[in-house]
């Protein structure tokens, strides 16, 4: 028999009668509890780590990237680090560069794409579009007076009493987005795995 | 309407001996998880447990009733808290389900 058998072999015994003796003297006075102690070695085997950054959090395409705080795990003890597994998966919103308010509302505060990721929630943004129409749509209801957001364009098909027309508006569309931090491109980069990217 | 027909209830066991190293330290025992490289810290009665639970597979209630004059006095509920920390064992490798 080994020395470790037999250390080992101590301990148990040790134990055995440790609870033993715990029985007979009652010292048995509380609910089990266990505390793990967090060992670099044990997060180091997960490589797959990232850090909430304020800093170089837009991609080249100027958009802010926010990391899903559901789609991910805490690391570590500071409360910025966050564990994408193996492989590395999570869910990304990349904000766009606009002016997003907190209410469909000319008059409602704007909010920064940082508040929008360490926040969540709703918010809106005035998108344009386009819509033309033909000379069946200019009669009737199509040539009223156009709103303080529109623009109306029409003209006439030469040698013919067709018109054409289009009106170019804006409209409020209206975003969600769930509660996360900010995180830089540059580390996602270096991550291959499975990273849902939402664009808003 | 026909009730739903239990299975067999979960046991769950301590995972063998050679793969946690145990130092006791007063009446802190510390257990080094060979496999996973982590070191847990557990009070008296995790200890007894697990030791328990090495020689008998036991049931959530089964613990619990070992454990249920302790738990009444702190106002809890002793299978409740008794399933949460076998799955918390397990998560840390310390235990296993049979």
């Known amino acids: 028999m080994s020395s470790k058998d037999r250390t080992d072999q101590k301990e148990t015994k040790r134990g055995t009668n440790y609870s033993r003796r715990s029985l007979l003297t009652g010292a048995v006075r509380a609910m089990p509890a266990v505390l793990t102690l967090q060992s670099g070695a044990a997060l180091a085997r997960s490589s797959n780590l990232i850090s909430a950054s304020p800093r170089d959090h837009k991609d080249r395409y100027g958009r802010t990237l926010c990391l899903d705080l559901r789609s991910v795990d805490p690391a570590g003890r500071s409360g910025r680090v966050y564990d994408l597994g193996h492989p590395a998966s999570g869910r990304l919103t990349a904000i766009r560069d606009r002016e997003f308010r907190v209410a469909p509302d000319d008059r409602a505060a704007v909010v920064s794409e940082a508040r929008m990721c360490h926040e969540g929630g709703t918010y809106y943004y005035r998108a344009r579009r386009y819509r033309h129409w033909s000379t069946q749509e200019i009669e009737g209801d199509a040539l009223q007076e156009t709103s303080d957001n529109a623009q109306q364009f029409t003209g006439a098909v030469s040698g013919s009493s067709d018109y054409w027309g289009g009106r170019r508006d804006r409209y409020w569309k209206r975003v969600q987005i769930r509660r996360g931090v900010l995180v830089s491109a540059t580390a996602l980069s270096s991550f291959s795995g499975n990273i849902t990217v939402t664009d808003l | ?98």
């Not at chain 2, 946690?20 to 070191?39: K, L």
């Not at chain 2, 447990?49 to 090495?54: G, Q, S, T, V």
């Open chain 2, 1 to 98: 309407m026909t009730q739903p027909v239990k299975g067999p209830a979960l046991r769950w066991r301590s995972v063998p001996a050679e793969t946690i190293r145990w130092v006791v330290w007063e009446d802190t025992h510390i257990a080094y998880h060979r496999p996973s490289g982590m070191t847990h810290f557990l009070n008296d009665s995790s200890r007894l447990l697990i030791d328990d639970l090495r020689n008998t597979p036991m049931t959530a209630e089964q613990v619990a009733a070992r454990f249920s004059d302790i738990a009444a006095e702190h106002g809890e509920d002793a299978v409740e808290e008794a399933t949460a920390l076998l799955e918390r064992f397990e998560e840390l490798g310390i235990v296993e389900q049979v």
